[in-house]
């Protein structure tokens, strides 16, 4: 069998079967036979690849999934009736691949408790690596981190970042307290502006920290100069929020086809083409696109299959769009 053939049966398989996550599954097929998938679907053609890209976080043993889920906006909606929301299916998508990335924080409105009841309801917690924030100041981050642990239904998180690097120096101290307790297993920081840049790039010269948070996109591309390469050189894992300048990319090639050379790279689609151009970028751990949709959250895990684009390749991405 030709691998193309091969490779795309492989990921078809994948895609439709869910074989890694039982409950998911279960759950997708549920709330799809109660009519609550997504009604406006279109086909997103399945994508082309094998095993999902997985990256290692510097200096440990573990690996995360390139692509994970963001929920600002996204997940900012009733607690009420989950189980038959498309959210519970683009959750069954995600944890169709373990250990793959959730990000929420508690000032995304209901996003926090909206993800912590599906993990809940899904029994999936230990199937996520989960990642929220400190958006508060440093006199109410105590309290708000208790309720992030209620609105979770978790004691503990896999990632616990200083949110916008609000009071930065005195949150940090507060993560480390909680690191040392078991509380959560990493922490770090992030900022989604390229203006913050510069303080993200002393924080990780300065401090000892794990992950960075950062935007970063064929759109927005000021990362690359001095963070990313910095990151890699320190060995800090990095996130990747705002993929798709929160919906702007997707707008500016509205209408447009994907160049023919897109199927060089097995991209069905210009998110796909959008996000291999990010998690392609070496230092990248893994990209955290957000979406309320489940043929979105299809076609954005459909990224981290197939062939990456080289340097040469990410460069004719980033031309095409800009
Ligand atoms: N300071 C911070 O720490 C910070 C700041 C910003 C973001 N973040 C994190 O990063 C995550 C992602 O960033 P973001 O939410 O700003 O925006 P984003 O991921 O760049 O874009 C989200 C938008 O893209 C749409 N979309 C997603 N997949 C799509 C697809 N395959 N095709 C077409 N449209 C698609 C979504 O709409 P649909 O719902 O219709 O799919 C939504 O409107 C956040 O959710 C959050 O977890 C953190």
């Known amino acids: ?57 510097p200096g440990t043993r573990e690996t995360l ?33 373990p250990g793959s990335v959730l990000d929420t924080a508690p000032s995304y409105g209901t996003a926090e408790a909206v993800a912590g009841e599906l993990l809940r309801l899904h029994n999936a917690r230990r199937q996520v690596f989960l990642a929220t924030k400190i958006s508060a100041p440093a006199a109410s981050a105590p309290a708000q981190w208790a309720r992030s642990q209620r609105e979770l239904h978790s004691e503990a998180v896999d990632l616990l970042q200083v949110h916008n690097l609000i009071d930065w120096q005195e949150n940090l101290r507060f993560l480390r307290q909680l690191q040392e307790q078991g509380k959560t297993r990493y922490i770090g920081v992030t900022h989604y502006r390229a203006d913050a840049h510069a303080a993200l790039e002393q924080i990780v010269r300065s401090e000892k920290i794990d992950f960075v948070q950062v935007n970063y996109s064929v759109g927005e591309r000021e990362a690359e100069r001095t963070l990313l390469p910095l990151c890699r050189q320190r060995g800090i894992a990095v996130l ?34 959008f996000l291999k151009f990010i998690i392609s970028h070496p230092a990248v751990t893994a990209a955290i696109p957000a979406t309320s949709k489940p043929r979105h959250m299809r076609d954005n895990l459909g990224a981290a299959l197939g062939r990456m684009p080289d340097a040469k390749q990410r460069e004719r991405i980033a031309a095409l769009v800009a």
């Open 1 to 57: 069998m030709p691998t193309d053939r091969r490779r795309f049966l492989a990921c078809a398989t994948m895609l439709t079967a869910g074989a890694a996550a039982p409950v998911a599954g279960r759950a997708l097929a549920q709330s799809r036979s109660s009519g609550s998938a997504d009604a406006d679907a279109e086909p997103v053609p399945p994508p082309i690849g094998g095993e999902p890209m997985r990256r290692p976080i």
């Open 65 to 97: 999934p390139a692509i994970g889920l963001g929920t600002a906006d996204a997940f900012d909606s009733s607690t009420q009736g989950l189980q038959q929301s498309p959210l519970s299916d683009v959750l069954a998508m995600l944890l169709r691949t």
């Open 240 to 273: 990747i929020n705002r993929p798709f300048q929160d919906g702007r990319l997707f707008r500016a090639v509205q209408g447009k086809p994907l160049p023919p050379w897109a199927g060089e790279l097995d991209c069905a689609s210009w998110g796909q083409l």
